[in-house]
């Protein structure tokens, strides 16, 4: 593969597909997405209908359609990648944003005090979840020499966990590895793979987070928003000379 050099932001007719994205940076990022002329397939468990309706009021021309999609079962991820390639006739960028947190886990609670069903559920959905839906649509990129995926892995995952247990700082970890990996062999095929970790969020489930405007060195909690722009980047063109990377979005609170 020889890259293309970078270039300006201009998504108009990609087709992209974005998991948990019901509510939160999900949400954000199908709206910047449809802003900048991608076709989307928004995919959750929950209901899609708050996503659709918001980002057809916000872009009255957006072509967006809803699947409903449990990423840690096989099938149904065959499914809706198979819904999504027969709807558009291609597959231009992922984004692995569905995952689930486990328990808050305050400092005074040790290790022991964190059951261990915890972590079969967080790998299975956030770990084996992710990886389906990279399998599914690795042939579809392959076959058109051309891709983007971008994975959301987590601030937790380099500073050893900050709200939830050692299990979903572990998952994250392991997307941040599993980005690097994938991205090598994403070469060969004209597939750019890249993650972000973003710091706190205000979304309904880092709603529990102890954090505060102070705590963050530019003096705010991130928003939905501020992931969903870094996530244009590296789906655009703008990015044809990054891959493998993992994109700190945290405010300044960790400088890697």
């Known amino acids: 593969m020889k890259a293309s050099l970078s270039g300006p932001v201009n998504l108009t007719g990609k087709v992209a597909i974005v998991t ?4 939160g940076i ?49 099938k149904e991820v065959t499914q809706a990648t198979k819904k999504v390639k027969d709807s558009f006739g291609r597959i231009d960028i992922f984004i692995g944003n569905a995952a689930i947190a486990g328990s808050v ?13 915890e972590w079969d559920i967080l790998q299975k959905v956030n770990v084996r979840g992710t990886a389906l839906c990279c399998r599914a649509i690795w042939p579809i990129m392959s076959a058109q ?45 004209g597939i750019y793979v890249n993650a972000i970790s973003p710091g706190p969020i205000v979304t309904p489930m880092g709603s529990q987070a102890p954090f505060t405007n102070d705590m963050v060195p530019v003096g705010r909690l991130g928003q939905p928003e501020d992931i969903a722009e870094a996530v244009i980047f590296l789906v655009s063109d703008a990015s044809n000379f990054i891959t493998g990377t993992v994109l700190d979005v945290n405010g300044g609170m960790l400088m890697d």
């Open 26 to 74: 999900g949400q954000a990022i199908c709206k910047a997405l449809a802003r900048e002329g991608a076709k989307i397939a928004a995919c959750d468990l929950i209901s899609l209908d708050e996503t659709i309706q918001q980002t057809k009021d916000l872009y009255k021309d957006s072509t967006i359609i809803g699947v409903n999609c449990d990423i840690s079962i096989e």
């Open 145 to 189: 020499q051309n891709g983007k995926i971008v994975l959301i892995g987590s601030l937790a995952a380099k500073v050893g966990g900050v709200l939830y247990g050692p299990y979903y700082a572990a998952t994250k970890g392991a997307i941040h590895t599993f980005v690097k990996w994938i991205a090598k062999r994403g070469l060969r095929h």
């Open 105 to 117: 886990t305050p400092e005074d609670k040790d290790f022991l005090d964190v059951p261990i069903e």
């Open 20 to 23: 948990g994205a019901g509510r």
